[in-house]
């Protein structure tokens, strides 16, 4: 059974607390959009998937149980509340392209004379709701992609060693994961030699919940300082580097969990491949490049103490960039759930996501 970080049932929302992973699991009662505001930005959920669906779901905890007369006063609070939303952290793509999506949605319903007060508002709710099964649809098939592009370079039956960074699981999404999917797919099908995992400093999402979630799931795996990435490569034969996405720009440059880059100059380096693995809705068309998303800059704090036990010396300045960018050149191939592509194919996947976006209510 896998891990399950987001409970939502009939208008009620718990969120797994990730910031006291792995010593206690608590959830957090989730009453509406402030605490998912308050919950994102303090990184109690995170991973972007995960992040753009508690978001849209304590918007939905918090309109369930208002009432509504009037469609133009549903149609305000819900564009100011998605906004107000997607302010949380700024890299993630996915909360905002679920706010946009959802804002024409709303907007449909508010000009459709047809549709009551009443109905406008359980028909949001539910298109809501439906975020979730589509996430973990999605993620299936991008695991079952992902592995079997893994397997492409390999023989029949060999087993693969894969190295994967930050946490992509069940707890950065609504459940099975993205790249950690890909783990997951290769494991099922008994293909999966080992998977080794990074630490990833600071906030240590390999040490903290990729570990809890591969130690539940009994996954054979191995946990590796962020240093040791190089001589990992030089040494242990990796067939493969998988790793999430928090944006990827139109031309496949993509910003994902900070030393993503260091470990794409380094596979490169060692002939190994690179994926990213991650869902349409982290792909961003309106971002040209790279060097146009916004690089979330953390707390001090993150770096300088540990569990409220300060690490590093007193009085000490430190930079503490969130995410990095890899360049499109250094990745081999983004895993979707409508297979796989390398970056320079991403033009030809804008067609798919307007497919995508009308799997979702019909607008
Ligand atoms: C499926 S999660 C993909 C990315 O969001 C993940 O790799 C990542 O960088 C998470 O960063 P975080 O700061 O923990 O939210």
Redesign the pocket.
């Known amino acids: 059974m896998t891990l399950q970080a987001i409970k939502y049932e009939n208008g009620t929302l718990e969120v797994l607390d990730q910031l006291l992973l792995p010593k206690e699991s608590k959830y957090i009662p989730i009453l509406g959009v402030e605490d998912g505001w308050k919950v994102i930005n303090k990184?109690q959920v995170?991973?972007?998937?995960a992040?753009a669906i508690v978001g849209c779901l304590s918007l939905a905890v918090e309109i369930s149980k208002e009432e509504f007369e009037k469609k133009k006063a549903l149609r305000r609070e819900v564009e100011g509340k998605l906004n107000y939303l997607i302010s949380a952290r700024p890299t993630?793509v996915n909360m905002k392209q679920a706010a946009d999506h959802l804002i024409s949605y709303i907007n449909s319903l508010d000009n459709d004379e047809s549709v009551s007060a009443q109905e406008m508002q359980a028909r949001f709710v539910a298109a809501i709701e439906a975020m979730l099964e589509k996430d973990i649809s999605d993620n299936r098939s991008i695991g079952e992609f992902g592995a079997k592009a893994v397997l492409n370079n390999v023989t029949d039956g060999e087993q693969v060693r894969i190295l994967t960074h930050?946490?992509?699981g069940s707890l950065?999404?609504a459940y099975f994961?993205?790249?950690l999917g890909v783990v997951r797919c290769l494991h099922s099908a008994s293909r999966l030699e080992n998977c080794y995992f990074t630490e990833t400093r600071p906030?240590n999402?390999g040490a903290r919940l990729t570990a809890y979630e591969l130690v539940h799931d009994k996954i054979p795996s191995t946990l590796v300082c962020d240093s040791t990435v190089a001589y990992l490569m030089k040494t242990a034969q990796i067939n493969a580097v998988v790793?999430?996405?928090?944006r990827v720009a139109a031309n496949g440059d993509t910003a994902?969990?900070i030393g993503t880059y260091q470990i794409a100059v380094v596979a490169r380096h060692h002939e190994v491949p690179f994926y990213v693995a991650?869902p349409l809705t982290s792909i961003d068309f309106n971002v040209n490049t790279g060097d146009n998303i916004v690089i979330e800059e953390r707390p001090q704090v993150e770096m300088t103490h540990i569990n409220n036990i300060r690490i590093a010396s007193p009085g000490v300045t430190c930079w503490n960039p969130?995410?990095d960018v890899t360049p499109a050149r250094l990745i081999t191939g983004i895993i979707t759930e409508k297979g796989v592509f390398r970056p320079s194919e991403l033009s030809t996947l804008q067609s798919q996501l307007q497919d995508h976006k009308n799997t979702l209510p019909q607008l």
């Not at 790793?243 to 928090?246: L, P």
């Open positions: 990184m995170r991973g972007a998937p992040i993630a930050c946490n992509t950065a999404t994961g993205t790249a906030y999402q790793v999430g996405a928090d994902n969990k991650a969130a995410f």
